[in-house]
């Protein structure tokens, strides 16, 4: 049998959620029908207002690099304009921030909490992770073709050059779904790493990790409404109720934590 090597797992200890926690803010979350509250704001403000929170969480990152293992403490934040409701981290240091997403939140607090979620996934190596489990993904679905293929022919006399080529084609073809599956998205723990990571960078720029919380709100809100604002952020970033809940706990940990950084796991 194949076993697939799964990501490395968090460097850190992550808050642990209870089911019971989950299922009555689940309840919560679904009686709180207030709108989701959608700003106009123009894209020089988005600019300037971008720039200023990014230069903040730079200005604090360091602490966090050096517990992370993250020499080359470098990043630069882009601001896309389109409506698309998106955030991503790319390239090993790059965090693209879109229009669409800011126009869902209200104050610095929750904007620099998308920004720093993004570095959280950059300082904890979640994109090289990920890629190494897509294509441990393609690899295998690769393998597991070419020995039902193989199994099949072995006896089979009219198994030409022919066939073979077709075979190959279609252990490619199957390597690459095996691929687009691995790298559908972030997993659930990899969520709370960087969700924890940013709650520490948000911390150390001097944000508010209460007003930050209501990001967690907006996300649910976002995933759930019938698919309405559903956007290519919540398929790389799951949302849940869970996350809220452990940004809370994430806050109370980071208030009695006199080294204010991340406890290592293990510890
Ligand atoms: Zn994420």
């Known amino acids: ?59 604090h990152v360091e602490p966090l690099c050096a517990v992370s293992d993250y020499p080359d403490c470098h990043f630069e934040v882009v ?25 869902y939140l209200k104050n610095d607090d929750e904007m620099a909490a998308v920004v720093a979620h993004e570095i959280g ?22 393998v597991l073709t070419a020995v039902v293929l193989g199994a099949a022919n072995a006896n089979n006399p009219y198994y030409s050059s022919f066939n073979q080529q077709q075979d190959q084609q279609a252990i490619q073809d199957m390597m690459q779904v095996g691929y687009g599956i691995g790298a559908l998205s972030y997993s659930k723990e990899q969520e709370k790493e960087a969700d924890l990571l940013s709650a520490y960078l948000l911390s150390h720029a001097g944000y508010n990790l209460e007003r930050a919380q209501n990001l967690m709100w907006v996300l649910n809100k976002l995933d759930g409404d019938n698919g309405k604002y559903r956007a290519s952020l919540l398929d790389t970033h799951p949302a849940s109720p869970e996350r809220y809940i ?5 806050q109370a940990e980071i208030e009695s934590n006199s080294t204010k950084l991340p406890y290592p796991k293990g510890q």
């Open 1 to 59: 049998m194949f076993t697939l090597a799964a990501c490395a797992g968090s460097a850190y200890q992550l808050p642990q959620v209870s089911d019971a926690e989950v299922n009555a803010l689940e309840q919560d979350f679904a009686t709180n029908d207030a709108p989701l509250k959608k700003y106009k704001r123009s894209d020089s403000h988005y600019q300037k207002r971008l720039t200023r929170i990014s230069n903040n969480l730079l200005n």
């Open 79 to 103: 601001y896309d304009n389109s409506a698309e409701v998106n955030a991503y981290a790319s390239e090993g240091y790059k965090v693209t921030i879109f229009k669409g997403l800011l126009d």
């Open 121 to 142: 996934h950059h300082l904890a190596n979640h994109n090289e992770e990920t890629e190494r489990n897509a294509t441990t993904g393609a690899l295998v679905s690769g």
């Open 246 to 250: 452990a940004w809370q706990m994430a």
